[in-house]
């Protein structure tokens, strides 16, 4: 049960407060807590839209077994630049302590992406996305927990319609790491994939 409060504005915008309970059954154990979320919208222009969600408030330590208190913060945005092309941005932030306050991890993952829609049977697609968290050892059960860790992987995408049923895809995706043991970002993967998929009407 939460109450909430919501309103709405110009540019089409739109801001809905709720605070309420929280329980999280987890290993062997329940936990509560309350928390605070946000979320707002906005349409500046004609095919930009801007999200934000954020949350403040208890929330599990799934490593350690315990309560924590979060700070999540996701702003989103989404451009229409034209007929042709679509760019989504995302970022989530995160940042967990302990109840009695000090820093568990912080955590952030950033997410773009570019299409290039040719036709309605056709399109490209580019993503790129980067995660970084930085950890508090001392507050970790297990002390050889790595204390920073970044990832980077990217992808890109042509799709093809054949028919309403039938759409080919094919693609190139790599991925890269940093942590203790790798000095720079060093590439971890490289793939090259090809798809069919169909989808039988009964």
């Known amino acids: ?15 809905q407060i709720s605070r309420g309970p929280t ?14 979320n946000l979320y707002a919208q906005l349409r500046p222009i004609g095919g930009l839209s801007v999200q934000l969600n954020a949350r403040r408030g208890a929330q599990v330590d799934l490593i350690n077994s315990r309560l924590g208190f979060e700070h999540r913060l996701q702003p989103n945005i989404q451009w229409n630049v034209n007929r ?12 967990l302590n302990a109840e009695n306050g000090p820093l568990i991890f912080d955590a952030n993952l950033a997410d773009l992406r570019v299409t290039w829609q040719f036709n309605v049977r056709s399109f490209v697609r580019f993503t790129t996305q980067r995660q970084r968290i930085e950890r508090n050892v001392s507050q970790y059960l ?5 204390p920073k860790s970044v990832n980077v992987g990217q992808q890109l995408l042509y799709a093809y319609k054949l028919n309403p049923q039938t759409v080919l895809y094919v693609g190139y995706s790599d991925s890269a790491i940093e942590d203790s043991s790798v000095a720079d970002l060093t590439r971890t993967g490289r793939t090259f994939f090809a798809k069919l998929s169909y989808a039988w009407l009964h």
């Open 23 to 36: 329980r999280r059954f987890w290993n062997g154990q329940t936990f509560s807590g309350q928390a605070t």
């Open 84 to 95: 042709h092309m679509l760019v989504r941005l995302q970022n989530t932030s995160v940042r």
């Open 1 to 15: 049960l939460e109450p909430y409060f919501s309103f709405n504005g110009p540019l089409q915008s739109y801001v």
């Open 142 to 146: 297990d002390p050889s927990t790595e």
